[in-house]
């Protein structure tokens, strides 16, 4: 399920304080917002501390697959992220995404 306003990284923080055998969840992040963002923006929604660390899913949402490639991409380049996967939400009903497409 996407984790928009949830999975924050002090909450992620938290559960792998608890655990870690498990995959933690980014907040999920709109494909086109991510896109908009200038280099210090996009740091902002893709930073996360060393201890989240491994296994770690980005969730990118958005209904243009130009658009999710491209957010992908910037997702793998950014430095330091060894991203355990990249969730792609292709179809979310989440008004933040429908009304950025």
Not at 33 to 47: F, I, P, Q, V
């Amino acid at each position: 399920a996407p984790m928009m306003e949830w999975s924050d990284r002090h909450y992620r923080f938290l559960v792998r304080q608890i655990t870690q055998r498990t995959l933690l969840y980014t907040e999920m992040i709109v494909g086109e917002d991510l896109l908009k963002k200038d280099t210090e923006g996009r740091a902002l929604l893709l930073d996360c501390s060393p201890e989240e660390f491994p296994g770690l899913v980005l969730q990118l949402g958005g209904a243009d697959p130009t658009i999710l490639r491209d957010a992908t991409q910037v997702a793998v380049e950014h430095a330091g992220h060894p991203w355990h996967s990249i969730n792609l939400n292709c179809g979310c009903p989440s008004s933040r995404v429908t009304e950025s497409s």
